[in-house]
C-alpha cells in the first residue's frame, strides 16, 4: 500500500460501467464449490490468465496483509500506538488472535472474491522464533509455531478452501510499507541473491500445492533516500534486469508459477525543482520482459486516490507537491490516466501484451466521509469493471471495536470476540461499487491459444531465455547473446543496438537433431543474397533462434532444425530507416527506441544477417534474409 511517499483490449481507454444500484451482493460460494470452479495450474493467452483447462479465470482478489509486518518504526513493536491503524499483526496475516481461520475464510466467500495476495516480509522467512502466544488466541493449533510455520498454515487453508494464492514479496524487514522505510528495493536490506534465493526458497515450499498460483516479486519499487530505481541500465537498481533474472530462476524452481511483476511505483525528489514521478508500467512500452516461459508473466500497477502520476500522496511535509493526484481527474482523464500507466499492456500482438493486475487499489469506507475519495473509488472501479480488469483491493483484515474499524479501508473486520463486521453489512458506502465490480460483464470460458512476440535485450549482458540452451555450455563465448524461448524464433533485429524480437508465430516446430552455431559464410548458398556484404546464414532446414553480438557488431547465429522449410526468400534491409510489416506482430510498438529495425512477417523465418566492416557500418545488422515458413 502507497503510505507517505476473448476479446483484446485496444489502446484506448474504456471509462464507464454499469450504475452501482444495479448490481447485488454476489452470491458466496462454498469452499468445495469455489474450487471446482477452476483447475490449476494456471497460465496466461495474451492478455489474459486462463487455468489448466484453458478457461478464463480472472483474479477478483484482496490483499491478506500482516505478514509483512505492521509496526512503524519506533517503539515497542507490539504497541498498537505504533502500528499501522492500531493493529498489531505480530508479523502474520492479520486477524488470526481474533478470529479462527476458517471464520476469515467464510467471510472472503461472502466478499466474492476468488483469490488472494499474500504479503510476507524476507524477515520472516528467517524468523525462527515461536510466535507469542497472544497471536493466535483464535488458533491454539497454530501456538508454538514460528511465523513461517504460521504462514504455511494459512497458505495451506486457504488453498484447501478452493481460493487462488498468490505470494508477495512486501517488505524487506517487518517495518510497514511504503515510505523510506528501508524496504524501497528488492535489494533494500539484502543483496539481490539474498532476495532471489528468499524466492527460490519459498516457492520450492509450496511447489506440490498447485493453488498456490503466482509470485508477486516485490512491493512498489522506489526511491530510497539517495538513489533511484530504474528499467534497464544494466546496475543494481535495474529493476528489469533483476525482475527478468528472480523471475527465470523462480520458474526453474517451478514451472507452473504465475511471475507477477510491478513496475516503479515512484522515482526522483517530490519537489518542483526536481524531475520526479510514477511511472508504473509505462516503461514496459519499450522494454518488456521474457521469461524462460513465455506464458507465465503478468504484470501489475497500484492506485490510489490520494496519490497520482506525480504525487507522492503526502499530505503535507516534506514530499507533498501541488501535482494532481488520480483523484483530482475527470473520469475520462483517469481513465486515459490508467490506460497510460498500466491498461495498455493488455493491448493485443505486441511485444510487451500481457494480463494486467492491479493488485492494490482501495478507499476508506464504513465511517469515512472524503467525498473526493469516493468519487475517486466510483469513478476507478467503473474503470476496472469496464475494461474487464483482474483487480485485489486494499485490504481484506482489519479490527473493529464495536462497530467502529481501525483501518476503514479494510473490508472485513473483527472484535476481540470474533464477530465480523462486513462490507456487505449494513453502512458501508463501498458495497454498490465493490459488487459492481464483481458482477460486471467479463470474458468467460475458453481462450484460444494464440502467438507470441518476445523482445530479447542483449544492451548490458547476455539474454537467455530458452530452457535448452540454459542447460548447455556457452555457445558464443565472449560475446553478448540472446536465445528466444523454446519454440520461438527470431523475426526481428535493431541495428546498431542488442535488441531483437522473437514469435511462435505461424511454427514451424523444431525438428530432430542438434542445434548449429554459424560463426561464418560456410552455409551461404543458393546465390549471394547481399552481395559486397559479410553473411551468417543458417543451414538449410534450420532457422534462427538465437543471435550474439560484440559490441554492437553480429557475432554469430543460432540455429535450430526443422524438417522441410522453403528455401526461397527476399532481402529486408533496415540500414537507412525501419522496415517492418505493415501489419502482424508487435508493429505498434517499438522494441528498440532511436535504432532501426528489421523484421520478417508472421510468416517468414530469419535465414540470414547480413552485415559490413565497410563504409563506417561497424559491423552491424544491415539486412535480414527472410523465408517462408511454409
Not at 495450474?41 to 487455468?51: A, E, H, K, M, N
Not at 509486518?69 to 504497541?79: A, R
Not at 481474533?98 to 476468488?114: E, K, Q, S, Y
Not at 560475446?479 to 508465430?505: E, F, H, M
Request: hydrophobic share 40%; glycine share 10%; net charge negative.
Amino acid at each position: 500500500m502507497t503510505v507517505g511517499a476473448g476479446t483484446a483490449a485496444s489502446a484506448a481507454p474504456v471509462v464507464s460501467a454499469a450504475a452501482p444500484a444495479a448490481a447485488a451482493a454476489p452470491v458466496p460460494l462454498t469452499g468445495p464449490q469455489l474450487a471446482a470452479s477452476w483447475t490449476a495450474p494456471l497460465s496466461t493467452r495474451g492478455r489474459y490468465i486462463v487455468d489448466a483447462a484453458g478457461n478464463r479465470f480472472k483474479l477478483k482478489a484482496g490483499n491478506w496483509a500482516g505478514a509483512q509486518g505492521t509496526w512503524q518504526g519506533s517503539g515497542s513493536t507490539t504497541d498498537p500506538a505504533n502500528n499501522q491503524a492500531g493493529q498489531v499483526s505480530y508479523n502474520l496475516p492479520l486477524g488470526l488472535d481474533r478470529a479462527p481461520i476458517a471464520d476469515i475464510l467464510t467471510g472472503f466467500h461472502r466478499l466474492g472474491i476468488n483469490s488472494v495476495r499474500l504479503p510476507f516480509a524476507n524477515a520472516m522467512i528467517h524468523d525462527t522464533a515461536p510466535v507469542p502466544d497472544v497471536a493466535v488466541t483464535a488458533n491454539p493449533q497454530l501456538k508454538g509455531k514460528t511465523p513461517l510455520q504460521v504462514y504455511d498454515a494459512v497458505v495451506a487453508a486457504l488453498t484447501a478452501d478452493g481460493f487462488a494464492v498468490i505470494l508477495n514479496n512486501h517488505t524487506t524487514s517487518y517495518r510497514f510499507c511504503c515510505g523510506l522505510d528501508g524496504n524501497e528495493r528488492w535489494n533494500s536490506g539484502q543483496s539481490t541473491q539474498a532476495w532471489e534465493d528468499d524466492w527460490v526458497f519459498l516457492v520450492s515450499r509450496y511447489k506440490d500445492n498447485k493453488r498456490v498460483v503466482g509470485a508477486d516479486l516485490r512491493n512498489e519499487v522506489r526511491r530510497d533516500t539517495w538513489d533511484d530505481p530504474n528499467w534497464g541500465m544494466g546496475d543494481s537498481h535495474d529493476e528489469f534486469a533483476a525482475f527478468e533474472e528472480a523471475g527465470n530462476r523462480i520458474l526453474q524452481a517451478d514451472p507452473d508459477m504465475l511471475v507477477v511483476m510491478e513496475g516503479i511505483n515512484w522515482y526522483g525528489i517530490p519537489a518542483a525543482i526536481f524531475s520526479h514521478g510514477r511511472p508504473n508500467l509505462t516503461p514496459v512500452r519499450t522494454l518488456s520482459n521474457t521469461l524462460i516461459d513465455s506464458g507465465k508473466l503478468v504484470y501489475a500497477a497500484h492506485f490510489y486516490g490520494y496519490t497520482g502520476p506525480a504525487n507522492t500522496g503526502a499530505g503535507s511535509g516534506p514530499g507533498a507537491t501541488s501535482d494532481p493526484r488520480y483523484q483530482d481527474f475527470t473520469p475520462e482523464q483517469l481513465a486515459q490516466v490508467v490506460n497510460d500507466e498500466a491498461l495498455f499492456v493488455t493491448q493485443s500482438g505486441q511485444h510487451f501484451t500481457a494480463p494486467v493486475w492491479i493488485s492494490e487499489f482501495g478507499a476508506g469506507g464504513r465511517g469515512d466521509t472524503d467525498a473526493k475519495g469516493q468519487a475517486w473509488f466510483d469513478h476507478f472501479t467503473a474503470i476496472l469493471a469496464a475494461n474487464d480488469t483482474d483487480f485485489a483491493i486494499w485490504p481484506l483484515v482489519g479490527w473493529q471495536n464495536a462497530g467502529v474499524p481501525n483501518d476503514s479501508w479494510a473490508l472485513l473486520h473483527f472484535d476481540t470476540a470474533g464477530r465480523a463486521l462486513s462490507l456487505e453489512d449494513p453502512g458501508d458506502w463501498r458495497a454498490p461499487y465493490w459488487n459492481r465490480l464483481l458482477a460486471a460483464p467479463s470474458y468467460t470460458g475458453q481462450v484460444a491459444p494464440g502467438p507470441r512476440w518476445n523482445m530479447l535485450d542483449l544492451d548490458h549482458t547476455d539474454f537467455n531465455v530458452s530452457r535448452r540452451m540454459l542447460a548447455r555450455p556457452d555457445w558464443s563465448p565472449g560475446n553478448r547473446k540472446g536465445n528466444c524461448p523454446d519454440g520461438q524464433r527470431l523475426v526481428g533485429l535493431a541495428r546498431s543496438d542488442g535488441r531483437g524480437l522473437c514469435t511462435d508465430a505461424g511454427g514451424p516446430a523444431t525438428g530432430p537433431g542438434d542445434w548449429v552455431t554459424v560463426t561464418d559464410e560456410r552455409y551461404v548458398t543458393h546465390g549471394d543474397w547481399a552481395s559486397g556484404y559479410n553473411k551468417l546464414q543458417c543451414p538449410d532446414n534450420t532457422y534462427a533462434v538465437g543471435y550474439s553480438v560484440h559490441s554492437n557488431a553480429m557475432s554469430a547465429l543460432l540455429c535450430a532444425p526443422a524438417a522441410g522449410l522453403p528455401l526461397s526468400g527476399r532481402n529486408v534491409w533496415f540500414d537507412h530507416g525501419d522496415n517492418r510489416p505493415a501489419s502482424g506482430g508487435s508493429t505498434a510498438s517499438d522494441w528498440a527506441p532511436g535504432h532501426y529495425k528489421g523484421q520478417c512477417t508472421d510468416a517468414e523465418y530469419v535465414a540470414g544477417v547480413a552485415f559490413t566492416w565497410k563504409w563506417l557500418h561497424y559491423g552491424v545488422p544491415d539486412a535480414l534474409l527472410c523465408r517462408p515458413v511454409k
